[in-house]
């Protein structure tokens, strides 16, 4: 399966963007998908998880500011952000969880990353 993500920008401080990750096969709705982050030097870390019956998981730190959303007939993967903080700023990537379960971490139980959208709050 291959995954695209899009979306990103420069957002303002306490502003909005919402992502998006396409996957290449029926992926989305059959599967645990998630959202993780990475900034240069630090691991890539967990931000939200959809399951395939559509209850989400969400990282403490963005709890009440992002949403984790699927359309399945659209095979797309969403992840609103919304309260933009400094601290939000880093490359997004959308992956696969690769066993049982849809807890955001760790990343070594995720998998077919796709090549991120950079996100910016200034």
């Known amino acids: 399966v291959q995954l695209v993500e899009s979306g990103g920008g420069s957002v303002q401080v306490g502003g909005s963007l919402r992502l998006s990750c396409v996957a290449s096969v029926d992926t989305i709705g059959r599967y645990c998908m998630g959202w993780f982050r990475q900034i240069p030097d630090r691991e890539r870390e967990g931000v939200a998880g959809v399951e395939s019956d559509g209850s989400t998981t969400y990282a403490d730190f963005v709890k009440g500011r992002f949403t984790i959303s699927q359309d399945i007939s659209r095979n797309i993967m969403y992840l609103q952000i919304n309260s933009a903080r400094p601290e939000d700023t880093a490359m997004y990537y959308c992956?696969?969880?690769?066993?049982?379960?849809?807890?955001?971490?760790?990343?070594?139980?995720?998998?077919?990353w796709g090549r991120g959208t950079q996100v910016t709050v200034s």
């Open positions: 992956g696969v969880r690769l066993v049982a379960g849809c807890a955001v971490g760790p990343t070594k139980f995720w998998g077919e």
